[in-house]
């Protein structure tokens, strides 16, 4: 049965890392749903949080793969019932009316959200949260006009002591 795997690694924090660990998962047919790359706690290191879809046979395969890497320290397949994954999204939205303008200041207030930026003519959101948070947000946004969106995919952290 295929389903989303969320896969944590620690990598080496050079350049080509990230090349390497895409052109592995192109080069043996896996997508990659989504991937996000930022330090970790470990000096020289970077966490790699890859969001790929798969039977446990493609997931097996993915991980021996990435364990081949010179680059790739440790690679975990996280379970997603004890995984705490988020998303961050800014939306730069038209604020044509004073009705528009309150509208939006409302969803963001409802949703957790800010405002980063406020001119007469448009608003800069940011909100965070697991996907279904973050879409069921733009839902109520899109027909209030959103100028601009752009999102960074999940980064996800196991709640127990591994990895």
Known sequence: MNKNHIISTLVKHESG???RVSGLFTRRGFNIESITVGESEIDGLARMTIISHGDEKSLEQMLKQLNKLIDVIKVRDLN?????KRELCLIKM???TEKVRSEIIQYTQIFGGKILDATSEDFIIEITGDSDKIN????????LNIKKLSRTGPTAMSKSTRC
């Open 80 to 84: 997603v019932e004890t995984t705490i």
């Open 136 to 143: 069921s947000f733009l839902d109520l946004m899109r027909p």
């Open 94 to 96: 038209s604020t044509p």
């Open 17 to 19: 890392v990230l090349q």
